[in-house]
């Protein structure tokens, strides 16, 4: 999974990044000192395969990763090559969904790029910007598909539906809100335009501290965020960058005491990374053994040939079943044999479902 960062100039976009990742990516106050994209692999916090890999006494333990892209700030402008303009608008098409970071504090010592603080004018400013861009990409297809619209039936309904995108973004409106005709082929023509404001967003409210322990709720800013958010079906978490830099330079107990203190049950990172699985639509199996305890993220509605082509195509071209035991039963019962005595070891086919927190040994011939 890949989320690009974005936001406008000196929003926190790059000391959450750094927070996040810990990659050291410059943080300044000024616009544009994010020039070149910094991406950041991070793990994903899993309990689940920790405690396989204590139950296993594995060589290795394998989390599942999140790639992060920090997206320099964004400008009004930025679609006709203002500040670092259509560079950055193509980093953004190669993620699969967007953080989107909103300054929702005061703070004299820092310049917001518009003289005030205003997040949903922030946000608007951004995807006015990705709009426009999206717009460019309507008006080429556009174009192409005129020329054929007249003699064949299906470039006339890919046609309509471009003008219906196009009327639909020139209202202010991200693609993402756009109802697409109940047609695979225009459904498949619209996933290969690649909108940038067709990818699910994620808000972060970046709050001062004081407004962490409520979640915002005592926050206007953070308020006027949510209610922006719901209208398009987006996801919110509220979080202070400057916080999660702190947090970032602890080990796992003094993280723990640090976030208790702060009257916090979990680190931005954890919110982040809850609200990308739901957002998206992903969960997560395991593969446990002396060798390696691993966890490999797929789609919810993932069947069990397709899971195993997550391991290798060999997996998935040879799939003959897969044992499937839910976690908490293995680490109940001690191993796998013991949760098979009990009948706890179900032996599924090509049909079956993966659901979340399925420990999985798969059988295969090739």
């Given amino acids: 999974m890949k989320l690009g960062i974005v936001g406008l100039p000196n929003v926190g976009k790059s000391t959450l990044f750094n927070s996040l990742t810990k990659a050291g990516a410059e943080s300044a106050n000024y616009p544009f000192c994010t020039i070149?994209?910094?991406?950041?692999?991070?793990?994903?916090?899993?309990?689940?395969?920790e405690k396989l890999g204590e139950l296993y006494h594995t060589k290795?333990?394998?989390h599942a990763t999140i790639e992060f892209v920090d997206i320099a700030g964004l400008v009004k402008g930025a679609s006709k090559g203002e500040g670092l303009g259509n560079q950055f608008l193509a980093n953004i098409r190669e993620v699969d969904a967007v953080v989107h970071v909103v300054r929702c504090f005061e703070d004299s010592n820092i310049v917001h790029v518009d003289g005030s603080i205003d997040p949903v004018r922030d946000i608007e400013t951004i995807n006015l910007e990705l709009i426009f861009a999206d717009l460019e990409v309507l008006e080429r297809r556009?174009?192409?598909?005129?020329?054929?619209?007249?003699?064949?039936?299906?470039?006339?309904?890919?046609?309509?539906?471009?003008?219906?995108?196009?009327?639909?973004?020139?209202?202010?409106?991200?693609?993402?809100?756009?109802?697409?005709?109940?047609?695979?082929?225009?459904?498949a023509a619209f996933r290969d335009y690649n909108l940038?404001?067709?990818?699910?967003?994620?808000?972060?409210?970046?709050?001062?501290?004081?407004?962490l322990a409520d979640d915002g709720a005592g926050n206007e800013y953070v308020q006027a965020v949510r209610k922006f958010a719901e209208s398009e079906g987006s996801k919110v978490f509220v979080i202070c960058a400057q916080i999660e830099q702190e947090i970032s330079e602890?080990?796992?107990?003094?993280?723990?005491?640090?976030?208790?203190?702060?009257?916090?049950?979990?680190?931005?990172?954890?919110?982040?990374?809850?609200?990308?699985?739901?957002?998206?639509?992903?969960?997560?199996?395991?593969?446990?053994?002396?060798?390696?305890c691993r966890a490999w993220t797929i789609k919810q509605g993932t069947k069990a040939p397709?899971?195993?082509?997550?391991?290798?195509?060999?997996?998935?071209?040879?799939?003959?079943?897969?044992?499937?035991?839910n976690y908490k039963d293995l680490l109940e019962l001690g191993s796998l044999a013991a949760a098979r005595e009990k009948g706890l070891v179900g032996m599924e086919g090509k049909d079956y479902v993966v659901k979340d927190g399925d420990v999985i040994l798969f059988r295969f011939n090739v």
């Fill in 142 to 187: 556009i174009a192409k598909v005129a020329r054929t619209r007249q003699m064949d039936k299906a470039a006339g309904k890919e046609y309509d539906m471009l003008m219906a995108i196009k009327e639909h973004l020139e209202g202010g409106n991200r693609a993402a809100t756009f109802e697409v005709p109940d047609d695979d082929d225009l459904a």
């Fill in 60 to 62: 290795k333990v394998t």
């Fill in 36 to 49: 070149d994209p910094n991406i950041g692999i991070v793990p994903v916090p899993d309990e689940r395969i």
């Fill in 306 to 325: 397709q899971a195993a082509g997550k391991i290798h195509t060999d997996f998935e071209r040879g799939f003959i079943k897969a044992e499937v035991v």
């Fill in 196 to 211: 940038l404001t067709a990818k699910p967003v994620i808000y972060a409210a970046n709050v001062a501290e004081d407004d």
């Fill in 250 to 292: 602890l080990d796992d107990e003094e993280r723990a005491m640090f976030l208790e203190d702060l009257g916090l049950k979990e680190s931005g990172l954890d919110k982040l990374i809850a609200a990308s699985y739901d957002l998206l639509g992903l969960m997560s199996f395991l593969t446990a053994g002396e060798d390696e």
